[in-house]
């Protein structure tokens, strides 16, 4: 196998594991930085890697409306196009399509959608998808899925849910072609790294069922029965629920998926939700947050988020955040970070992100190693009463 998960400490539901993929290891829990077109918006490669990135996120639709899925491949795949060496995980574009509303339509066949680039319409089925996300070259893909609204009713989500497992299995049957295929081409296309075994893929389905425990149950269940897995999807949160009932459903979907495999928390990555799902056994996470949020002067620290724009920071020799290690806090004061950002200087976008993404990556390895101490309970709750105590110079 060339994806495993072995587990070597836990914390009630919390696991310090390693998932393996062709491309290398990914320490357990684990922040992916989105590199939504094939970049980490303002970052290098190699200021992930100096950062401790093992793992990144890019997005099939994006990729697929520019440059195109078919000029990924024929540029030798996403690893060699972004100079990228780790794990890449490719999203579905389901949340993308789905987000799009009145410019799309939905039927049992896939959607019809209309490009936010250049008005063409498109038309995404799940095997289109896979399609896709194999000429990308991603070690994780993911299905194409149903997404709704958060706070969405029953009905509407158990639509939604079924919908995504009967894709699913037309996912798991294309890219099943797919590999059957490529075996028996001489030579075999797509070796996207010149070494056929890191063009091995896996396939992660995404357990839906919106905030309604019953539906997240009989998902898990019916994906579960369909094929042995790599890992779970957990999508449909973060998307307009309540924190607390996105909280119930991981633990819901946590009882309801084997303990052997890893789970991946789809487009949740604030730190106070981060903590809260690593306590509830999520190992893989991704979010936009920490980039957009910098490019709009919101800053992550431990006492909580601050607005880098507020006047009170104009002479502040602090760094972002005394506690932080990264290249932005070790070398340069809030008032200097500040005068760039209001000033529109490219570093300052550059730092604030770069701040962002450093302090949700080692806000999960800091929760793996006090997975690995034993003292996670403890570590989360004192983290987290210092983070949600406000300042007066938090946003």
């Known amino acids: 196998m060339s994806f495993t998960f072995d587990i070597h400490a836990t914390a009630g539901a919390a696991r310090a594991g390693v998932f393996s993929t062709p491309h290398g290891p990914v320490g357990t829990p684990a922040f992916m930085p989105v590199g939504t077109l094939a970049t980490v918006k303002a970052l290098d490669p190699e200021d992930l890697v100096r950062m401790g990135a093992s793992m990144i996120l890019s997005n099939a639709y994006h990729l697929h409306l520019r440059p195109g899925d078919d000029v990924v491949r024929e540029m030798g795949g996403l690893h060699r196009f972004m100079q990228w060496n ?3 995980l490719t999203d579905s574009g389901g949340f993308q399509v789905f987000s799009l509303e009145r410019l799309r339509t939905i039927d049992e066949q896939g959607v019809e959608f209309q490009s936010h ?9 799940p095997e289109i998808v896979m399609q896709i996300e194999r000429n990308l070259g991603a070690d994780v893909i993911m299905q194409f899925d149903h997404v709704i609204p ?15 497992i009967r894709w699913l299995a037309r996912c798991l049957a294309e890219v099943q072609r797919l590999e059957s295929t490529q075996l028996l081409e001489d030579p075999p296309r797509g070796e996207f790294t010149g070494d056929n075994s890191q063009n091995q893929q896996a396939l992660f389905p995404i357990v839906q069922g919106g905030i309604h425990a019953r539906l997240r149950r009989e998902a898990a269940e019916s994906i579960r029965s369909m094929h042995d897995w790599a890992g779970f999807g957990v999508g449909g949160l973060s998307v307009g629920e309540e924190k607390d009932a996105m909280y119930e459903m991981i633990e819901v979907v946590d009882d ?3 303990k052997t495999h890893p789970r991946y928390l789809m487009g949740v990555g604030f730190p106070e939700d981060l903590i809260e799902a690593i306590r509830r056994g999520v190992d893989l996470f991704d979010c936009v947050a920490p980039t957009r949020m910098g490019r709009n002067g919101a800053v992550f620290t431990r006492d909580g988020r601050l607005n880098i724009k507020r006047a009170e920071f104009r002479t502040d020799p602090k760094p972002l955040d005394p506690d932080c290690d990264c290249a932005a806090c070790t070398r340069f004061s809030r008032a200097y970070i500040r005068h760039l950002f209001v000033s529109d ?28 101490h034993g003292d996670l309970e403890q570590w989360s709750r004192d983290w987290l009463a210092r983070y949600r105590t406000t300042s007066p110079l938090a946003v």
């Open 86 to 88: 780790g794990p890449i």
């Open 117 to 125: 680039i250049d008005g063409s319409r498109r038309f995404f089925t």
């Open 150 to 164: 958060g706070q969405s009713d029953e009905a509407t989500a158990r639509d939604a849910s079924e919908r995504s």
């Open 256 to 258: 309801a998926l084997p």
């Open 345 to 372: 200087e490219i570093l300052g976008l550059r730092l604030l992100s770069l701040h962002n993404v450093h302090f949700l990556l080692s806000l999960a390895r800091a929760a793996r190693q006090s997975i690995q």
